[in-house]
């Protein structure tokens, strides 16, 4: 069964940058979306960018479109967040997630990791 574990987060300034990393371990029968989330405290979790396992096909939060971008490294079965020209806003808790199939025909999501803090000040 796949398991993610994310990395990668810091406290930065304005306009400073991260590369968050998102690392899967396991087998899976399938191939999904591997999307990454956040959450401010006290706040929904909420889609940020995802990339297809397959066809690699991205999309973007309309919030992060041209400051952050989703890519994969095959063989290192991780998937990366750059994140650039960071705001106060972008302060969160990062999250990877994806669904798995442990079974052939049989998908489920993979458990919410700890996440990675990102946090931006002036």
């Known amino acids: 069964q796949v398991r993610l574990m994310e990395s990668g987060g810091g406290s930065v300034q304005i306009g400073g940058s991260l590369r968050l990393s998102c690392a899967s371990s396991?087998?899976?029968?399938?191939?999904?979306?591997i999307t990454w989330y956040r959450q401010v405290s006290g706040g929904e979790r909420e889609f940020v960018a995802s990339?297809?396992?397959?066809?690699?096909?991205?999309v973007y939060a309309d919030s992060v479109k041209g400051r952050f971008t989703i890519s994969r490294d095959d063989a290192k079965n991780t998937v990366y967040l750059q994140m650039n020209n960071l705001k106060p806003e972008d302060t969160a808790i990062y999250y990877c997630?994806?669904?798995?199939?442990?079974?052939?025909?049989?998908?489920?999501?993979?458990?919410w990791g700890q996440g990675t803090q990102v946090t931006v000040s002036s």
């Open positions: 990339i297809h396992e397959i066809d690699g096909a991205i």
């Open positions: 997630k994806t669904e798995t199939c442990p079974q052939p025909g049989i998908v489920i999501q993979t458990p």
């Open positions: 396991g087998y899976s029968y399938c191939k999904h979306d």
